[in-house]
């Protein structure tokens, strides 16, 4: 105890910072007290010992370090126990700057939502925007001070095992849903509910080449601009915090060393306050690049693009001050890095408290908080997507008798976690609803649920199928579900087979032979190619990996307790060979004007153009029925608006939510444009029987674009006005003309 309070009359001495003072002059007065090691140690991040997110580049003395003030950041350090342990560790250093402790919260802590992908198929922002904020509560009461989230990259490529960490192919999508994470991580920031978030992956990760996993990507800056940049735009005019740059080279230039990213767009054009972490390793990655010669080089390449801070590298650590010395980086430089993370150490109230994120009743009350296991369950329900319902199986009665459950995916546990969950020590991590236990906690004893394997979802032998096959035999409807393990998907987990693994479809074709009922769950961290299925099986429900509540959530879906309303968030194509697919691409000299076509047009002479479902497709109960669109004018000018309404009437026998869809194509540009983009959407719920009326604005900012002088802005002309169910489901159009 005495120990602690001569720590804390130490360290409130050594400060002695006035109320005054604003952070800014706090940081300057801090800053000329710093030795130029110590300066560097602030650059410098490294992992616990306990997890590794990446490959481990040196085995340093962490600790000792730490006590020299040579570390200003940990990552893969959690709990309050173990973090206040290393920020004791802080408290030793001279100058007693705090550590700030940085995870990768991606989509919950100890209650884990669905997997960000999943969750942007629910297109319910405020829905995002809690389940960003519940998992940086959770976070934040076990000393956790910063996520590595939202991950924001766009990409066109289910071949990406990293599809998962986003919000999917979309531009606008994309831009509302970073917006939203990143509100919902850092809250009131400051509080000590709240984290700080980090955008990720600066810039167009997702457009890795084949979908291979760090892999160089080569795109124009107006591409860059129109299609990858708005969504880390959104992030920070949502306020946040940091940036984490990306692995791959761009155009050629690693991004860890991207001026052009870094110094000219990011801390230029947007003028961005915050600080930028590297990727693990990756200043280090730019010698395998054939960038940079050594780490010595990297380190005096990155920090001079504007990376703040190294991850794993060690290129800062033991460079920088040689290159300082020898006059290749100025102390102004190294400074201005220093002073963006420290203003977030004050900025989140550490120089006050270094222990203020590590209350051990705090971490125990919010790690088992009800209210956030239910919002769980209800977000999961909402990322579930309704594929196919043709014979309205679904949604289930509850007076069935007898359900065969089968398939490898149902007694799972971990899968349904999914990619990047954070394995919580101390506390019960295990906590997650299988889809046995959901079905379970769903019918109780009036129903009898039998169960059978069937097969793994790897596996290549047959055996299960006899047991399944009887178990079928025995009941009334029978729920398949398969997909693809958990760790299928996820960082380094690049495919070019998305078909389902092992024996898995033939499973479906024997099910299939004994004429009973059956619903297909389909479980995975990416658009499958399931297109065997989608032709041939009448019922199939989207479920990716939706976190604790998983069984729960699946549960309520089958029997109609929640009415499906997921669309989804990427295109799902046939086959392979589709990739890279999206719906808003360029219409070309010679489109196809039909699925079949193929005489001299834009098309494949072996497979349709068209996805196997489109961009925003999801099935509900009920139906939906649109009528009545009407522009409050029919020709602007750019500094005016138009008000479109539109009425949605549920025409079906319950309560539904319905997306609605507003798509516009831009007919003539100086550079082409998309044949149809979303502008705008709006989640909606209806009772049966029951009519809305909802209003859009179409504003000058949604009909500009980024010409080929990079310059952002509408153009007159013609636009067409699309309002949908999905991108391929337009159910209203007119159109409108912009003037001078
Ligand atoms: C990933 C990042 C992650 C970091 C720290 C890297 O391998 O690309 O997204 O935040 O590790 O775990």
């Known amino acids: 105890m005495k120990k602690i309070i001569t720590l804390a009359l130490l360290f409130l001495s050594f400060f002695a910072f006035s ?10 007065i801090l800053l ?4 130029l090691e110590e300066k560097i140690g602030q650059l410098n ?4 010992d306990n997890a590794a997110t990446g490959p481990i580049t040196i085995n340093s003395n962490k600790k000792s370090e730490i006590k020299k003030g040579l570390i200003g950041s940990m990552l893969n350090i959690m709990g309050t126990q173990y973090t206040r342990q290393y920020q004791d560790l802080a408290m030793q250093s001279r100058l007693k700057i705090p550590l700030l402790f940085g995870l990768d919260v991606i989509h919950g802590y100890k209650t884990t939502f669905p997997i960000p992908l999943a969750e942007a198929a629910s297109w319910d922002l405020t829905a995002i925007e809690l389940s960003a904020r519940i998992a940086a509560t959770e976070a934040a009461a076990s000393g956790i001070h910063w996520t590595f989230a939202p991950m924001v990259d766009i990409s066109r490529d289910p071949r990406w095992g990293r599809v998962m960490e986003g919000a999917g192919e979309d531009t606008y999508l ?10 919902g991580f850092q809250g009131n920031f400051g509080d000590v509910n709240s984290v700080m978030a980090c955008v990720k992956h600066f810039a167009a990760y997702g457009a890795a080449i084949g979908g291979r996993d760090y892999n160089s990507v080569d795109m124009s800056n107006r591409m860059l601009w129109e299609t990858y940049l708005p969504p880390f735009k959104a992030a920070l005019d949502a306020g946040a915090a940091t940036f984490m740059n990306s692995f791959n080279d761009l155009n050629g230039i690693p991004a860890s060393a991207n001026t052009y990213l870094l110094r000219d767009i990011l801390k230029g054009k947007w003028n961005f306050q915050g600080f930028v972490v590297s990727d693990w390793g990756s200043i280090g990655e730019m010698v395998n690049h054939g960038y940079v010669k050594d780490n010595k080089e990297a380190a005096l390449a990155s920090i001079t693009a504007g990376s703040d801070m190294d991850m794993e590298s060690n290129a800062y650590r033991y460079h920088l001050e040689e290159l300082v010395k020898e006059n290749k980086v100025p102390v102004a430089l190294i400074d201005d890095a220093v002073k963006r993370i420290l203003r977030k150490k004050f900025e989140l109230g550490l120089f006050d408290d270094p222990y203020k994120f590590c209350n051990p009743e705090r971490e125990q009350k919010e790690l088992n908080n009800p209210e956030h296991t239910k919002a769980a369950r209800e977000i999961a329900a909402k990322s579930i997507v309704l594929l196919k319902n043709k014979r309205d199986v679904l949604p289930l009665s509850k007076g069935l ?12 546990k971990r899968d349904n976690h999914g990619f990047w969950a954070v394995d919580v020590k101390d506390v019960d991590s295990t906590y997650i609803v299988s889809q046995w236990e959901g079905l379970e906690n769903k019918v109780g004893k009036r129903t009898k649920i039998l169960y059978a394997k069937g097969c793994g979802v790897e596996d290549k032998s047959k055996e299960g199928f006899a047991d399944a096959l009887l178990v079928a035999s025995q009941a009334e409807v029978i729920i398949l579900s398969i997909g693809e393990n958990f760790n299928k998907s996820g960082e380094a987990k690049s495919k070019s087979n998305l078909h389902l693994p092992g024996v898995q479809e033939d499973l479906i074709k024997e099910l299939q032979k004994t004429g009973k009922p059956i619903v297909i769950l389909i479980n995975a961290g990416r658009p499958l190619v399931i297109d065997w299925i989608a032709d041939n099986m009448s019922t199939i429900v989207y479920t990716w990996w939706l976190g604790s509540e998983a069984g729960n959530a699946i549960a309520d879906v089958l029997f109609g307790d929640y009415n499906p309303s997921g669309k989804l968030p990427m295109s799902f194509p046939r086959t392979e060979g589709q990739i890279p697919i999206y719906y808003n691409h360029f219409n070309t000299g010679r489109p196809a004007e039909t699925e079949t076509s193929t005489n001299y047009v834009s098309a494949y002479i072996d497979l349709k153009n068209s996805p196997k479902f489109p961009f925003g497709y999801g099935l509900s109960y009920t139906t939906f029925e ?9 020709t602007i000018k750019n500094s005016e608006s138009i008000t479109v309404s539109v009425n949605i009437k549920n025409t079906g026998s319950v309560k539904g939510e319905e997306v609605v869809q507003l798509y516009l194509r831009d007919k003539v540009g100086s550079v082409v444009r998309p044949i149809i983009e979303l502008k705008d959407f709006q989640k909606i719920s209806l009772n049966r029987g029951d009519t809305k009326t909802i209003q859009f604005t179409i504003d000058n900012q949604k009909l500009s674009f980024y010409n080929n002088a990079l310059e952002f802005g509408s153009e007159p002309g013609d636009f067409d006005l699309m309002i949908g169910s999905s991108s391929a489901d337009i159910r209203l159009r007119d159109s409108f003309e912009l003037v001078k």
């Open 626 to 634: 649109y009528s009545d669109l009407k522009l409050s004018q029919k």
């Open 32 to 35: 000329k007290k710093m030795t």
């Open 174 to 183: 994309g831009s509302k849903i970073a917006y939203a994470r990143v509100k």
């Open 401 to 412: 008798k007898t359900i065969a459950f089968i398939g490898p995916m149902v007694k799972s």
């Open 45 to 48: 991040q490294y992992t616990g």
């Open 19 to 28: 109320q005054q003072q604003t952070i800014d002059q706090k940081v300057e």
